[in-house]
Nanobody, 123 residues
């Protein structure tokens, strides 16, 4: 069982930055691939970026690469999402998720989920 708790969301102006954190319980955090997803109001939850257990990063096909970075600290059982040059369209609830194996881009592939943290970007 893995429990995930996100933090770091908030209100930021366009062009600003935020760093989200996702703290995981359990001793096997380093074995899990970790992903970040987001869900805008009225829309489905979509993949943003993931990092494998050995640090390989997979970005979504949209334009977050170059603005968003994922990294993990296995000693702290934490994965981070650094978001720079934020845009109003980045406004969403951001979720972290954990899965074993090669990180996927579909929600159904992830077994454990956090409760989400709201990110609001004002124009």
């Amino acid at each position: 069982q893995v429990q995930l708790v996100e933090s770091g969301g908030g209100l930021v102006q366009a062009g600003g930055s935020l760093r989200l954190s996702c703290a995981a319980s359990g001793r096997t955090f380093s074995s899990y691939a970790m992903g970040w997803f987001r869900q805008a109001p009225g829309k489905e939850r979509v993949f943003v970026v993931a990092i494998s257990s050995i640090g390989r990063i997979t970005y979504s096909p949209d334009s977050v690469e170059g603005r968003f970075t994922i990294f993990r600290d296995n000693a702290k059982n934490t994965v981070y999402l650094q978001m720079n040059s934020l845009k109003p369209e980045d406004t969403a609830v951001y979720y972290c998720a954990a899965m074993l194996g090669v990180p996927g881009q579909k929600t159904v592939q992830y077994r454990y989920w956090g409760q989400g943290t709201q990110v609001t970007v004002s124009s």
